[in-house]
């Protein structure tokens, strides 16, 4: 069982750069992907970033070059950078651990970011 906890969020001015953090605590394999998706009203959970342990990204289309994720393996916490925040980045933000050809999929309680002036 695995368990994520995020951190960060909340209201932002457009063009801010607020981060998100989320630690996984429990029985976490050295080759899990760890991530962040969001989900806005009316729309389905879409993919942000992901990052596997060696380091290799992949980011949505729509943040990248504003957005940045990384992690710290020692401590089981991968972070998101948000740069340059728009009004359409407002969405509950999940952090997501899975390890690939495996059931494991775990997903964190979410995250309000809400940008606005």
């Known amino acids: 069982q695995v368990q994520l906890v995020e951190v960060g969020g909340g209201l932002v001015q457009p063009g801010g750069s607020p981060r998100l953090s989320c630690a996984a605590s429990?029985?976490?394999?050295?080759?899990?992907?760890m991530g962040w998706y969001r989900q806005s009203p009316g729309k389905q959970r879409e993919l942000v970033a992901t990052?596997?342990?060696?380091?290799?990204?992949n980011y949505a289309e729509s943040v990248r070059g504003r957005f940045s994720i990384s992690r710290d393996n020692a401590k089981n916490t991968v972070y998101l950078q948000m740069n340059s925040l728009k009004p359409e980045d407002t969405a509950v933000y999940y952090c997501?651990?899975?390890?690939?050809?495996?059931?494991?999929?775990?997903w964190g309680q979410g995250t309000q970011v809400t940008v606005s002036s």
């Open positions: 990052i596997t342990l060696d380091g290799s990204t």
């Open positions: 429990g029985s976490i394999s050295g080759f899990a992907v």
């Open positions: 997501n651990l899975r390890v690939p050809f495996t059931d494991l999929n775990s």
